[in-house]
């Protein structure tokens, strides 16, 4: 009886140590093929991370995939995709968790090559420390310098400098001295303030988890000494109870719980909140933590149920926070941002932005300046590439909670995403407000649109014209506005060309201009429409995000998107301005059509073929929808 309850004494003790002890998450990164797989799958393997089974598995993948000949792969314990194994490369980021006697780990092994950039952008926003890895032969790389940045930009502060296959270089010292020296010089210009260099060889096991004969310079800690033994300060500050409200509970109408993460602070039941953006105050009611019980207090990374108790308009995308320490609430902000997509991001364009658990529209407004991951210079940019940094303002269309990322990741990291694919496209951290959302307000005017629209006895719209240079906007929208003058409308014209000889004569017609030159006329037609008027714009306008955005300015049934369905070469014969000549002979650079795309519109109100119909009719057509 005595052997039974020591044996659970003693399984009780063992639980409870593994249970109390410290978790560390940390990255592995750095450019193509410096062994990062290889270094995790060795820790792996060295620390007893792995059952039997798997090790198994692992010299049966190693035979059939390998790269060490009869040896063992390690690197076959992460790269788990079939095209990995195949390339021998890192795609996905893999997540392994792995112990030892005082901490236990989540590493995400990211990849190397400049497309997935994106993937180790993901692995490094949760990050507290990176292990970079540099290749003993090659030194610090483009890629290296970049994702460097990119760990230095989401807040982690701690670097291992593994310079790998050092036994391929003879492990010779100055080569490992050069390399120390040179990153401390990258490290300090990011602000990285720890780094620790250790020289190493994943694949022979060198310094990995004990100091190695053939270092026997290097007298620093093993790679998982400095795992184990690194201090990691908490990220950002104490800025006060934040809980991202992600799902509203209403079983019956005896009980509204707001359910969420908390993203930092503590809480219990008497303590006065303030729902964000809307500043109403209550107090806690209840806590109820994830199992169902109440509890008398919680903390960060907890989910949990809060009852107030005074019913408020809460909803997904609000914050509960501290009503003695309020988050602040702003629409403007300067941010840094990694673009990830494949088409450039474009200023101007509108995207869907999603902080903490709240979505949003924004655009950014104007790129600041690019960095050049190398050299960290700043550098004049209208557009971002893929995989490139830059400095932004952003605008979104309604005001949120937020802090500086600095200050606190889950409320000052933010993704974009694009509205067509919902593909995310682009990530960054929040640095401070341009402008406070309570600071501007619209001011109250006492003769609105309907007042207007009732003096002019017509109702205000948008017949928002878009097609080929050539294809007959300007001509039909011409006719349209003769007809309805004639017919005692008040109507006016907005043209692409007239335009740019005033508001855009400071845009030119590359893509981001070309943006810009829609954003701003769609809010003079909204203005127009504002007032009473009927408006014929007419503009190429060949993207649908910026038709899309457009549309989103005017009131149900305000918008008619006409499209001019003219094919190319029927335009391109017309060419009464001699464009597409110019454009054909290189003179006129992205030209729509000829080195620039048109984006048919997918769902027009009104599709105009100008071939088998005159103008006349189809100008007839466009005014018995506007007068419908």
């Known amino acids: 009886m005595n052997a039974e309850r020591n044996a659970s004494a003693a399984v009780a003790a063992y639980l409870q140590q593994h249970e109390t002890r410290g978790l560390l998450r940390f990255i592995t990164c750095g450019s193509v093929d410096d062994g990062k797989s290889t270094l995790i799958g060795r820790l792996l393997v060295e620390t007893r991370g792995l059952f039997d089974d798997q090790l198994a598995a692992l010299d049966g993948d190693s035979r059939r995939h390998g790269t060490q000949g009869d040896a063992i792969d390690y690197a076959l314990l992460l790269d788990g995709l079939q095209a990995e194994r195949e390339q021998g490369i890192t795609i996905d980021v893999a997540y392994r968790f792995f112990g030892i006697q005082h901490r236990r780990f989540i590493v995400a092994d990211c990849p190397g090559h400049e497309q997935y950039t994106r993937n180790m952008a993901t692995g490094a926003s949760t990050a507290d420390l990176a292990v970079v890895l540099v290749d003993a032969r090659k030194g610090l790389l483009t890629q290296t310098r970049r994702h460097s940045y990119i760990a230095a930009l989401l807040g982690i502060r701690h670097v291992l400098l593994a310079v790998n296959k050092m036994d391929l ?86 009980f509204r719980g707001f359910v969420g993460t908390i993203a930092s602070g503590a809480v219990k039941p008497g303590d006065e909140v303030v729902a964000l953006p809307s500043g109403r105050r209550s107090r806690v009611a209840r806590v109820i933590a994830a199992g169902g019980d109440d509890a008398t207090a919680a903390s960060a990374d907890q989910a949990v149920t809060l009852t107030l108790t005074d019913e408020l308009d809460i909803s ?139 003096s002019k006895a017509q109702v205000p719209r948008c017949a928002w014209f878009t097609g080929l240079s050539g294809s007959g ?3 039909i929208a011409n006719l349209v506005e003769k007809r309805l003058h004639a017919m005692g409308h008040h109507c006016y014209i907005l043209d692409g060309d007239n335009v740019r000889h005033g508001l855009n004569k400071d845009l030119g017609f590359t893509d981001e201009d070309r943006v810009e030159n829609i954003r701003r006329v769609a809010e003079v037609a909204r203005l127009m429409v504002d007032a009473g008027l009927i408006v014929l714009v007419s503009f190429i306008s060949p993207f649908r995000a910026e038709r899309r955005m457009a549309r989103a300015l005017f009131d149900v049934d305000e918008f008619i998107e006409v499209f001019v369905s003219t094919p190319l070469e029927v335009a391109e014969g017309r060419d009464v301005k001699g464009l597409y000549a110019k ?34 009719a189809l100008a007839q057509l466009v005014i018995d929808r506007l007068l419908e």
């Open 169 to 254: 270089v003879e492990y010779d010292q100055a080569v490992f001295e050069g390399i120390r020296e040179s990153y401390g010089v990258l490290a300090g210009q990011l602000g990285i303030d720890h780094v620790t260099a250790i020289p190493l060889s994943a694949l022979e096991g060198d310094n990995l988890l004990l100091r190695s004969p053939n270092t026997p310079w290097y007298q620093g800690p093993s790679v998982i000494e400095h795992l184990e033994g690194v201090q990691i300060q908490p990220h950002g500050r104490d800025v006060g109870f934040r809980l991202p409200v992600q799902w509203v509970n209403r079983p019956h109408q005896d």
């Open 316 to 454: 997904r995308g609000d914050v509960i926070a501290s009503a003695a320490q309020p988050a602040q609430v702003a629409d403007q902000f300067a941010a840094h941002l990694l673009w990830m997509g494949d088409q450039p991001l474009l200023p101007g364009r509108p995207y869907w932005l999603r902080i903490g658990t709240r979505k949003v529209s924004a655009s950014v407004t104007e790129i600041k300046h690019r960095i050049d991951v190398n050299t960290q210079e700043q550098l004049a940019a209208k557009h971002l590439g893929l995989n490139e940094v830059g400095y932004c303002n952003l605008h979104l269309d309604q005001p949120v909670a937020f802090e500086a990322y600095v200050d606190n990741r889950a409320l000052g990291g933010f993704i974009l995403i694009d509205r067509q694919t919902n593909a995310t496209v682009g990530a960054g951290t929040l640095d401070f407000a341009l402008r406070r959302a309570g600071n501007i307000h619209w001011q109250h005017v006492d003769v609105d649109k309907a007042a207007r629209a009732r």
């Open 473 to 475: 906007k300007s001509s």
């Open 583 to 616: 454009a054909r002979a290189g003179s006129i650079p992205n030209f729509t059509g000829i080195d620039s795309p048109y984006e048919v519109p997918e769902r027009a109100e009104l599709v105009l073929d100008t071939v088998e119909q005159t103008p006349e």
